[in-house]
């Protein structure tokens, strides 16, 4: 079963392939820089996206749905409306260890209607949403200084120091893992960053009224948080459903993806309407993005393969010693989505925030490079190419600055990275954070593609930073507390 799988994911590849050398070669991706040519900004031209022609379709009808990077078949469910073990039936081809489906291949889904879906326009891939592959050689800087906008001249004091334009969008990018091209095309389509000398008026440039966030750099912010939670809620089938800002209600379409439902998302925490259709339709954000960068549908890089595997990783701490799990699966960086965070802590009669013994400290879960080393994270390249945006990339959160190993050193699995500590983000108590990125795209904690420590593999993540680990019979539940019941010991090696 296994090399039928296999077997269709080379043949559609290569039709793929063929078909993404003629599309080049019709139309190559030329980015249109006339500036004349762009919508105005705070007021967008009223394109209404596509109408929703969506059927009404009979109950567990078999439609056909061809496989987006990163679709995993309990989202798809969850999107659907239908059941995983439905799509196995009508899918027999699919083998029961299959993590990530591969890109283009078709399916048969049992679908049961809901009213209410959403347009089916789409209005950008993934691969221009995530800061990964797609984004090695853009640099932030040059391209706003060939600009004329106010943003090129933006300067604020972010993590820790002041920075300008330019490097504020880095920061945000490599903090919530999000394209720099996508926040600058957000800045232009709302403010006018690119193209108009003066920033607006309204202190609260993005539209997010949240005391003391009235500055362009804390809005940035917010709409990088809010984007995250669109596009990891869909990833996660949690979010089939959003209400816009008169209280209408919307289902995204089952047939998107989760770049586009991540902007459906955005834009309804802001406007309704005509506004709304507008603001995801081609005439919004995707005439900005293209404008500036290109129609980033000419492009055809997968972020997330078919039947992706994590590679073999430790817990994030001396083996032999025994931590205590207290957080299920949270946030990778900032508030909600998405839940590809995990918590440990060092065993204490100490609570709160306190300084660890000597042999207690985080350790790397793998072999790699040192890419990142400061207050706002730790980041392990597991390729070794020295760059956080491809491949697989561990993440750690909350080392000492003390004892934090630097940029550029080479680790071994369970060698220190820092001790454990309180710094960085928020923390109420000494401990470390991990998560995974593959790609750029956070890796969820658990599902199909769930932590795997050990032998130890992360489950729940329903319920924010509810969770267990599980290895045979054996089951551990997370627990703020640290109590006796939270414990796992690292394999003495």
Known sequence: MMNRFKQATVALKAIVASLALLLSACAPRQPNTAIENMI????????PAPTNGRPQYNPGELVDYVAQSGDNLPALAKRF???????????????????????????????????????????????AFVNG?????????????????????????????????AEIVDYVATNYSLSPRLLLALLEYQTGALTQPEPPEEKYSLGFHRTFYDTPYLQLVIAANTLNNGYYGWRRGA??????????????????????????????????GDDYLASIGPGGLARAYS????????????????????????????????WAFTSGPHTGWGSGEPFAALDFAPASDSSGCYIVARDLYTTAMADGLIVRADVDGVAIDLDQDGDERTGWVLYYLHTAADSR??????????????????????????????????????????????????????????VERAGILRRGAQTIVACECSDFGTRVESEAR
């Open 133 to 165: 592959p797609a984004q090695i050689g853009f640099n932030t800087s040059a391209f706003l200084a060939s600009t004329d906008g106010w943003l090129k001249n933006y300067r604020a004091y972010a993590g820790g120091k002041n920075r300008t334009g």
């Open 291 to 322: 404008a500036f960068f290109g129609n980033p549908w000419l492009d055809s890089p997968i972020v997330i393969p078919g039947s992706l595997q994590q590679p073999e990783l430790r817990f994030p701490f001396l083996p032999g010693h025994v």
């Open 40 to 47: 105005t900004p705070l007021a967008p031209t009223i394109i």
């Open 239 to 272: 979010l089939t459903e959003f209400e816009l800002t008169d209280h209408s209600l919307t289902r995204p379409d089952p047939w998107q993806n989760a770049g586009s439902v991540a902007l459906q998302y955005y834009f309804s925490r802001l406007q309704a």
């Open 81 to 127: 409306n239908t059941s995983v073990e439905e799509i196995r039936a009508a899918n027999p081809i699919i083998p029961s260890d299959a993590t990530t489906m591969p890109v283009g291949l078709p399916m048969k889904i049992p679908i049961y209607y809901l009213p209410l879906w959403g347009a089916e326009y789409q209005s950008l891939p993934d691969h």
């Open 405 to 462: 190993v630097t940029v550029g050193s080479e680790v071994k699995a369970g060698d220190p990275i820092g001790y454990p500590s309180c710094e960085g983000g928020s923390s109420t108590g000494t401990h470390v954070h991990v998560a995974r990125k593959y790609n750029g795209e956070w890796i969820l904690a658990t599902g199909p593609l769930a932590f795997n420590f050990e032998g130890w593999i992360a489950g729940g993540g329903e």
